[in-house]
Every structure is written in C-alpha cells, then in structure tokens.
C-alpha cells in the first residue's frame, strides 16, 4: 500500500536563526570583529556592570562579551544564552578557563530559570532576530530580582540607514525580523513593567545606528 508523502514541517524562526548562526560560528569572529569590538566595548562601558551581580547574557553567540568583561572582571557570575549550539561551542572553547561562566542552548521567550535569578539581564545585537519582542523582554523582567536591570544594546529605525536596512533585509535574510525605534523599545519595557532608566541613541561608522536602553525591575512596596 502506498501513503502519501508526508509533508515537511515548515520551518519556524527560531529553527532559521540556528541553522544560520550554526553556519556562521567558525568565522563569525572574523567577518565582524571590527563591529562586535566597537559596539561590545562601548555597551559594556555603558552597562557599568557591578563586580558582585549575577548576570543573564541573552543571545551571547561566541562569548565575546564575556571576554571583554572577564578582561577587566575575571571573577564576573555569568551565564550566556544562545539558539545556536556551534556558536556556543566557540563560546565554551574561548571561556573554557572561567568557571564563573554558565553556557546553555535556549531561546529568548522561554528561559530556563527561575523567578527572580538575576542582578543584571542583558542582550547586545540580537534583538532584531527576536520572533517575540514583548515575550523577550516579559522573560527577562520574570528572571531579574526586584531592583535588578535590563540592558539591551541593538540596531536603530532613528537612523536612516537602518531604516533601510530594516526594508532590505526581510528580503535577503528570512531570520530577520525587524528593529526598533528607541521610543519603541521604551514602550516594550514600560509594558513588561520595567522602568526606564536612561537610553541613548549612538552610531558607529556610517551604517550603524544603534539605541541602548536601561530598565529597572520595581521592588514590591
């Protein structure tokens, strides 16, 4: 008896942006050193990160955060998050030597702790892959302590230029989602209860135009 062929799920974002950056991992570094270098350093200056937090790192690709952080802070608590499994084995590989590093594969909308976890929640260059922004953002509000902070670093619809971006690349990169303006982003955290504390718009080079933004998780009166 013959039966029909099964038809293949279609795949969904989440499996997209892991089959792209599991492509990428081996030469990520390379193809955007001069970008992450900039845009790493200026966000871990801009974070500020207390020696004693426990930090989230959400989507952290190879680690290269970590490094630079673990530069200055070696004995940094910091667990790093990715979709990707290869880009978090070059992560492991770079941070083997830091015990006070936790790696874990898992998505943005759904993370694997508890209420309450964290100091500090951050997340640089990814957000514009993020499938669910307000389920991102709700998540990260949930695993931050009362008093605890949400930073995210990511591409900005202010500017021109990735305005166009924005236009362009749903038409070359089906993991893509979109970015953000900073009033959006401001919205997306005064929604998930997380006030804002400070934000600011930078551009590095011509094309990229970035927003970074602060929001603080309110104690319980």
Not at 55 to 77: F, K, N, W, Y
Not at 104 to 132: E, G, I, Q, W
Not at 203 to 219: C, D, M, P, S, T
Request: charged share 20%.
């Amino acid at each position: 008896m013959n039966f029909p062929k099964a038809t293949p799920p279609k795949p969904t974002v989440e499996s997209s942006i892991q089959q792209q950056y599991d492509a990428l991992a081996d030469i990520y570094d390379q193809r955007w050193q001069r970008y992450l270098s900039r845009t790493l350093l200026f966000f871990k200056d801009w974070t500020n990160i207390p020696p004693a937090a426990s930090v989230l790192d959400i989507a952290c690709g190879t680690g290269e955060l970590e490094r630079l952080i673990l530069q200055t802070t070696p004995t940094q608590s910091i667990v790093g998050i990715d979709i990707s499994e290869r880009m978090l084995s070059q992560a492991q590989a770079k941070l083997k030597d830091y015990p006070n590093i936790s790696l874990r594969n898992a998505t943005a909308s759904k993370l694997p702790f508890p209420n309450n976890t964290f100091d500090l929640v951050v997340s640089a260059n990814a957000f514009h892959y993020f499938p669910s922004p307000t389920a991102a953002i709700a998540e990260m509000h949930r695993v931050l302590k009362p008093g605890g902070k949400a930073v995210i670093l990511d591409w900005c619809k202010d500017f021109l230029l990735c305005r166009i971006c924005d236009w362009l690349l749903p038409l070359l990169d089906p993991a893509y989602r979109q970015c953000y303006t900073e009033a959006e982003l401001r919205h997306f955290f005064s929604d998930a209860s997380l006030r804002v504390s400070r934000s600011q718009r930078i551009r590095f080079g011509i094309v990229w135009g970035l927003v970074a933004i602060e929001g603080i998780k309110q104690r319980k009166p």
